[in-house]
């Protein structure tokens, strides 16, 4: 196995990339955590043996394993009081250093309850044509960032209080002009929280993350999945991320590690969704529910589809390849759950280039009126089914949500010794 380790979601997320991280903190001596796209929209939900449970958004899905570090880096957009929300309730199920253990890439764009009052604002405008946004303003923050890129708010402005007051003004004043009063505190109100942001955690440079690499074992935790990719998703119903392999590798070349890295591209058994947009195998008769995603107001209802390997092999190609995947959900293969192999107009998906959003609006067009073809029957070993299908080893798989629950194969992701208990964490880099 390379030295770092970096998983990817192969469908709409929720695979269970966070119960993978925490695995993989579990079995190999982890030094950090990094996430790279995404921000506080991320719901990784992790289980301990003991019963305690997180849902990951911001910190590093490994934050219960001692020592372990989380680092946000530039391509995350960072959100402090949701951020500082989520620290107080990993204190209460006896994680209490998680802020101490954290860094944070200053260039990483803020997320402010002006971003997300815009967010949800141009949301509910579009009545019955929602693209199921998470309503929290990372999107919002992206393009404001894109529009504005020396005047976006960013982590290290928040030690830096005047700047941050100048540019948190500007932000608020643009999207009032646009979409008239916002829902949102005023400017010296968020002051405080952001300049306490600054003085509680490491904010530290671009060469933190090549120090951390050269330190030990670097997990890099994705958000969202490949096929809600900004550039390679089904437009409009995307996110404004990069959720492919696409960050991980630009992070490791900057630090001289390029290609040091085990891509681990995760599915579910059923394929599923959160919010509208295509699910070509969605079936409402699966007798299938999942308590920790329910449906909500901003996003919409959770659905649940038959395992389409047509989608997923087009996030296979569109994040480049992977070197194993692993499979969560089998608990859940019953005999009603089926393998979509083809569609009734295609059997394959090419994805192009990134930034032709016109070509991905057609292919949404397409998906949404094309109808699934099914086996007869379940395939009597999921494993050996998948990994034929999508032509990639299936080198872990998942029967539950604890990390006791995992079985690898092979030796791609075989456990590693761990340090004695009462051994001293691997010192920051």
Same mark, same amino acid.
């Given at each position: 196995?390379?030295?770092?380790?970096?998983?990817?979601?192969?469908?709409?997320?929720?695979?269970?990339?966070?119960?993978?991280?925490?695995?993989?903190?579990?079995?190999?001596?982890?030094?950090?955590?990094?996430?790279?796209?995404?921000?506080?929209?991320?719901?990784?939900?992790?289980?301990?043996?003991?019963?305690?449970?997180?849902?990951?958004?911001?910190?590093?899905?490994?934050?219960?394993?001692?020592?372990?570090?989380?680092?946000?880096?530039?391509?995350?957009?960072?959100?402090?009081?949701?951020?500082?929300?989520?620290?107080?309730?990993?204190?209460?199920?006896?994680?209490?250093?998680?802020?101490?253990?954290?860094?944070?890439?200053?260039?990483?764009?803020?997320?402010?309850?002006?971003?997300?009052?815009?967010?949800?604002?141009?949301?509910?405008?579009?009545?019955?044509?929602?693209?199921?946004?998470?309503?929290?303003?990372?999107?919002?923050?992206?393009?404001?960032?894109?529009?504005?890129?020396?005047?976006?708010?960013?982590?290290?402005?928040?030690?830096?209080?005047?700047?941050?007051?100048?540019?948190?003004?500007?932000?608020?004043?643009?999207?009032?002009?646009?979409?008239?009063?916002?829902?949102?505190?005023?400017?010296?109100?968020?002051?405080?929280?952001?300049?306490?942001?600054?003085?509680?955690?490491?904010?530290?440079?671009?060469?933190?993350?090549?120090?951390?690499?050269?330190?030990?074992?670097?997990?890099?935790?994705?958000?969202?999945?490949?096929?809600?990719?900004?550039?390679?998703?089904?437009?409009?119903?995307?996110?404004?991320?990069?959720?492919?392999?696409?960050?991980?590798?630009?992070?490791?070349?900057?630090?001289?590690? %390029? $290609?040091?890295?085990? *891509? =681990?591209?995760?599915?579910?058994?059923? &394929?599923? !969704?959160?919010? @509208? /947009? #295509?699910?070509?195998?969605?079936?409402?008769?699966?007798?299938?529910?999942?308590?920790?995603?329910?449906?909500?107001?901003?996003?919409?209802?959770?659905?649940?589809?038959?395992?389409?390997?047509?989608?997923?092999?087009?996030?296979?190609?569109?994040?480049?390849?992977?070197?194993?995947?692993?499979?969560?959900?089998?608990?859940? %293969? $019953?005999?009603?759950? *089926? =393998?979509?192999?083809?569609?009734?107009? &295609?059997? !394959?998906?090419? @994805? /192009? #280039?990134?930034?032709?959003?016109?070509?991905?609006?057609?292919?949404?067009?397409?998906?949404?009126?094309?109808?699934?073809?099914?086996?007869?029957?379940?395939?009597?070993?999921?494993?050996?089914?998948?990994?034929?299908?999508?032509?990639?080893?299936?080198?872990?798989?998942?029967?539950?949500?604890?990390?006791?629950?995992?079985?690898?194969?092979?030796?791609?992701?075989?456990?590693?010794?761990?340090?004695?208990?009462?051994?001293?964490?691997?010192?920051?880099?």
């Amino acid at each position: 196995m390379s030295r770092h380790v970096a998983v990817v979601d192969l469908g709409f997320g929720d695979a269970g990339k966070g119960t993978v991280v925490d695995w993989l903190c579990a079995t190999r001596p982890v030094h950090t955590v990094v996430r790279f796209n995404g921000g506080a929209q991320a719901a990784h939900n992790v289980v301990l043996r003991d019963g305690r449970h997180h849902t990951f958004a911001q910190f590093g899905a490994g934050t219960f394993h001692p020592g372990v570090r989380t680092h946000l880096s530039r391509h995350v957009v960072v959100d402090p009081l949701a951020l500082a929300a989520e620290a107080d309730h990993l204190a209460s199920v006896g994680v209490p250093d998680a802020l101490d253990r954290l860094t944070v890439d200053g260039e990483a764009l803020l997320a402010t309850p002006y971003h997300r009052a815009a967010n949800r604002a141009r949301e509910i405008a579009r009545g019955a044509d929602r693209h199921g946004s998470c309503g929290l303003g990372v999107g919002e923050a992206v393009a404001y960032g894109l529009a504005h890129p020396d005047e976006a708010p960013r982590v290290a402005d928040c030690a830096d209080p005047g700047r941050l007051r100048r540019r948190l003004t500007a932000l608020r004043d643009r999207l009032t002009a646009e979409l008239g009063p916002l829902d949102a505190p005023p400017v010296a109100d968020c002051l405080p929280a952001f300049t306490g942001f600054a003085a509680r955690v490491a904010i530290v440079d671009r060469s933190w993350l090549a120090g951390a690499l050269r330190a030990g074992t670097c997990v890099f935790e994705g958000a969202q999945g490949v096929l809600l990719d900004e550039w390679h998703g089904f437009h409009p119903y995307t996110t404004w991320s990069t959720t492919t392999f696409a960050n991980v590798d630009g992070l490791l070349a900057e630090a001289g590690q %390029a $290609g040091t890295a085990t *891509r =681990i591209g995760v599915l579910r058994v059923v &394929t599923t !969704r959160h919010g @509208p /947009g #295509p699910l070509v195998t969605e079936d409402p008769a699966l007798p299938l529910t999942d308590p920790r995603n329910p449906t909500n107001p901003w996003q919409g209802r959770f659905r649940f589809g038959h395992f389409d390997a047509v989608a997923h092999r087009y996030a296979l190609a569109a994040a480049g390849g992977v070197d194993g995947l692993a499979l969560t959900h089998l608990d859940l %293969a $019953g005999p009603t759950l *089926r =393998i979509c192999r083809r569609y009734d107009t &295609t059997d !394959r998906l090419a @994805p /192009g #280039p990134p930034g032709d959003l016109d070509r991905q609006a057609a292919l949404t067009a397409r998906l949404l009126r094309s109808r699934p073809v099914y086996d007869d029957a379940p395939p009597p070993d999921w494993t050996a089914a998948v990994r034929e299908e999508l032509g990639a080893p299936v080198v872990l798989t998942s029967r539950g949500p604890t990390a006791d629950d995992k079985t690898p194969h092979g030796p791609l992701l075989a456990p590693c010794p761990l340090p004695p208990a009462g051994t001293p964490a691997a010192a920051s880099a």
